[in-house]
C-alpha cells in the first residue's frame, strides 16, 4: 500500500512568489492535514480537509490557503511568500476526519524562501 | 508559556537503560496525547496515543497520563540506539471531529552503547 506522497521534496523560491504543493494521501483516505516545521517554532497545524471542505484551521494568516479535491488529494498555497515561511511543510492523511490515531504523515515538502 | 512544554534536551541515557520524557501542557480542556518519534531527516511517526489518566503499555513504551497536573510522559524501557530519535508530544484540545492539535517542540534522545 503506497504511502502519503508530497510533492516536490525540495522548493527554492523568491519572495513575494507564490507557492502550490500537492499531498497525495494513502488509498481510503479522505482526511489530509497540513503543518509546517521551523527549528523555532516546532510543528504547528496549519489545516484539515475532509470530503473536500476545510473542517479545522490553526492560526496562519491568510496567505495559507488549500483545497482538497473528490480523489482526496489535497493542495496548500502560500502567497507572497515571506522569508519566515521557509520550512518543512508536512502534510498527514487519515481515514476519517480528526482521526489522530491513525495519521500518517508524508516526507514532506522542504521550502526555502531567499 | 507554550501551550505544551518539553524539555529540548538532549536526553543522553546509556543502552538498556529507561529513558523517560516529560511534557507538560496549559490548556485543561485536552482530552487526547500523543507522542511522536521523529528520526533526523524524516516525518514524525505516531508511536503512542492515550486519553484516559493512568499507564498505557505498548510494547518498550509506556506513556502516562495525570490530567490533574497537565503531565504527560514517555517512558522507553531497554532503550535501544534506534530510539535515539527527537520525540514529539501533541496534544488534542477537541473532541471527536474537532482537530486542533498542539505540539511541543520536541525532546532530542540519544542512546549511547
Known amino acids: 500500500k503506497a504511502g502519503v506522497t508530497q510533492t516536490p521534496r525540495y522548493l527554492i523560491k523568491t519572495r513575494g512568489q507564490q507557492v502550490t504543493l500537492s499531498c497525495s494521501p494513502i488509498?481510503?483516505?479522505?482526511?489530509v492535514s497540513w503543518y509546517q516545521q521551523t527549528p523555532g517554532q516546532g510543528l504547528q497545524f496549519l489545516f484539515e480537509?475532509?470530503?473536500?471542505?476545510?473542517?479545522n484551521k490553526g492560526n496562519f494568516p491568510g496567505r495559507f490557503s488549500g483545497r482538497q479535491f473528490s480523489n482526496s488529494r489535497s493542495e496548500m498555497n502560500v502567497s507572497t511568500l515571506e522569508l519566515g515561511d521557509s520550512a518543512l511543510y508536512l502534510c498527514?492523511?487519515?481515514?476519517?476526519?480528526?482521526?489522530?490515531?491513525?495519521?500518517?504523515f508524508g516526507q514532506g515538502t522542504r521550502l526555502t524562501v531567499v | 508559556q507554550k501551550e505544551v512544554e518539553q524539555n529540548s534536551g538532549p536526553l543522553s541515557v546509556p543502552e538498556g537503560a529507561i529513558a523517560s520524557l516529560n511534557c507538560t501542557y496549559s490548556?485543561?480542556?485536552?482530552?487526547?496525547f500523543f507522542w511522536y518519534r521523529q528520526y533526523s531527516g524524516k516525518s514524525p511517526e505516531l508511536i503512542m496515543s492515550?486519553?484516559?489518566?493512568g499507564d498505557k503499555e505498548d510494547g518498550r513504551f509506556t506513556a502516562q497520563l495525570n490530567k490533574a497536573s497537565q503531565y504527560v510522559s514517555l517512558l522507553i524501557r531497554d532503550s535501544q540506539p534506534s530510539d535515539s530519535a527527537t520525540y514529539l508530544c501533541?496534544?488534542?484540545?477537541?473532541?471527536?471531529?474537532?482537530?486542533?492539535?498542539?505540539f511541543g517542540r520536541g525532546t532530542s534522545l540519544i542512546v549511547h552503547p
Open positions: 501533541a496534544v488534542k484540545k477537541g473532541t471527536g471531529g474537532s482537530y486542533i492539535p498542539t
Open positions: 490548556d485543561r480542556g485536552s482530552q487526547s
Open positions: 492515550i486519553y484516559s489518566n
Open positions: 488509498s481510503g483516505h479522505r482526511s
Open positions: 498527514a492523511s487519515s481515514p476519517g476526519q480528526g482521526a489522530v490515531n491513525q495519521a500518517f
Open positions: 480537509y475532509f470530503s473536500e471542505t476545510q473542517r
